[in-house]
């Protein structure tokens, strides 16, 4: 069974705007990244927030974690076109060597 | 870009024929993983390896079998193919823990008539 589920499924907004996407998770994690995908390609990844960690930046990107509410988000300020693309939440399963994807956010970026 | 490929890129194969998909790497990384992407499910992990001749099941490992002979590459098998496995796999590597950022190949499109 999938440990994270993104919400929404998808998400269509005007260049310039900020994008939020959700992420939550069941069990205990040991990190949570965000990965992205374009279209035909493999995924690539964004960020890690280690679960003793609340808040993480890079770029225009914005990463928050409750680990009391098992879930995340991911900001993505000032979208450009090129944000276009799926967006995958993982979680470290603890004690073991896996992450667990969730079924992605779907970004549509229109200029 | 971990320096990661996958061959072949695109395979369209009949149902009941064994079909080999190939992950190589060259960074030396030491945990090597197998993912199928269907729509609906996200990437679910089918095998994984932590070393050589060291592999473990992932989620979705029946009809599948792997083998790593050597650090560099990571052989994903469907014993005889069926037409639900039909799915994008992908070969991913990190070379310090499992739980670690995943580097990903570009994919492998396999279609089972």
């Known amino acids: ?111 | 870009d971990a320096g990661i490929t996958q061959s072949p890129r695109h395979k369209v194969t009949e149902t009941g024929t064994p079909v080999t998909l190939r992950c190589h790497q060259t960074e030396n990384h030491r945990y090597m993983y197998w993912y199928r992407q269907d729509p609906g499910h996200g990437l679910r992990l089918i095998h994984y390896s932590y070393g050589v001749k060291d592999t473990d099941k992932g989620e979705v490992s029946d009809g599948y079998s792997v083998s790593r002979s050597k650090t560099e590459d990571f052989l994903l098998t469907l014993e005889s193919a069926t037409s639900s496995q039909t799915s994008v796999y992908f070969c991913a590597t990190t070379g310090t823990g499992g739980v670690e950022t995943q580097y990903f190949g570009p994919g492998t499109r396999l279609l089972v008539l």
Request: charged share 20%; glycine share 8%; aromatic share 6%.
């Open chain 1, 1 to 111: 069974s999938q440990q994270g589920e993104e919400d929404p499924q998808a998400l269509s907004i005007q260049e310039g705007e900020n994008a939020t996407m959700n992420c939550s998770y069941k069990t205990s994690i040991n990190n949570l990244q965000w990965y992205r995908q374009n279209s035909g390609r493999g995924l690539v990844h964004l960020i890690l927030i280690r679960s003793n960690e609340r808040e993480k930046h890079s770029g225009r990107l914005r990463v928050t974690l409750d680990t009391s509410k098992k879930s995340s988000s991911l900001l993505i300020t000032a979208s450009r076109a090129a944000d276009t693309a799926s967006y995958f939440c993982a979680v470290g399963v603890p004690n073991t060597d896996k992450l667990i994807f969730g079924t992605g956010t779907r970004l549509q970026v229109f200029p």
